[in-house]
């Protein structure tokens, strides 16, 4: 029997050379979007005080699995820094398209402590979740001021 080397690794050398070639050659799709998610706005909800509605832009490709966007707002008291308002919430997967395509979405976080206070400062936080991806989750966190709708 006569083993001939050179050969087989000549073979798998060229095999390998025009692997990258041909994923080269393919259309780019939805799948190489990047994903994305930007805190847009946020404001009071000015019939119910402990709700802050928070306004969220992100573009994500479509993927094996589902996603969670999740959002939480975190505000001192200036007066009392013992009074803390605090508050998250999960959007449901079903309402989190991903498609590769810009969307916006507005969510609402009641305070589990707290009514908000206008005109102070607030952390928000979003996060938009692939467990099966990575790196897993892409976050947006700003410190913004927090008070009522312009239109209120």
């Given at each position: 029997?006569?083993?001939?080397?050179?050969?087989?690794?000549?073979?798998?050398?060229?095999?390998?050379?025009?692997?990258?070639?041909?994923?080269?050659?393919?259309?780019?799709?939805?799948?190489?979007?990047?994903?994305?998610?930007?805190?847009?706005?946020?404001?009071?909800?000015?019939?119910?005080?402990?709700?802050?509605?928070?306004?969220?832009?992100?573009?994500?490709?479509?993927?094996?699995?589902?996603?969670?966007?999740?959002?939480?707002?975190?505000?001192?008291?200036?007066?009392?820094?013992?009074?803390?308002?605090?508050?998250s919430t999960?959007?449901?997967?079903?309402?989190?398209?991903?498609?590769?395509?810009?969307?916006?979405?507005?969510?609402v976080v009641?305070?589990?402590?707290?009514?908000?206070?206008?005109?102070?400062?607030?952390?928000v936080v979003?996060?938009?979740?692939?467990?099966?991806?990575?790196?897993?989750?892409?976050?947006?966190?700003?410190?913004?001021?927090?008070?009522?709708?312009?239109?209120?």
């Open positions: 029997m006569q083993l001939r080397l050179p050969a087989v690794l000549a073979s798998l050398a060229l095999g390998l050379a025009v692997a990258p070639a041909a994923v080269a050659d393919q259309d780019p799709d939805a799948s190489d979007t990047a994903t994305v998610i930007t805190i847009t706005g946020v404001s009071i909800d000015p019939k119910v005080p402990s709700r802050v509605r928070v306004d969220l832009d992100y573009a994500c490709a479509a993927g094996d699995g589902p996603r969670s966007l999740n959002t939480s707002v975190e505000q001192t008291d200036p007066e009392d820094p013992a009074t803390v308002a605090f508050g999960r959007t449901s997967p079903t309402q989190v398209l991903c498609d590769g395509a810009e969307h916006s979405q507005r969510v009641q305070s589990k402590t707290s009514n908000w206070l206008t005109g102070v400062d607030a952390v979003t996060t938009l979740t692939d467990l099966g991806a990575a790196p897993p989750a892409f976050a947006d966190a700003q410190q913004l001021v927090l008070d009522l709708p312009p239109d209120s």
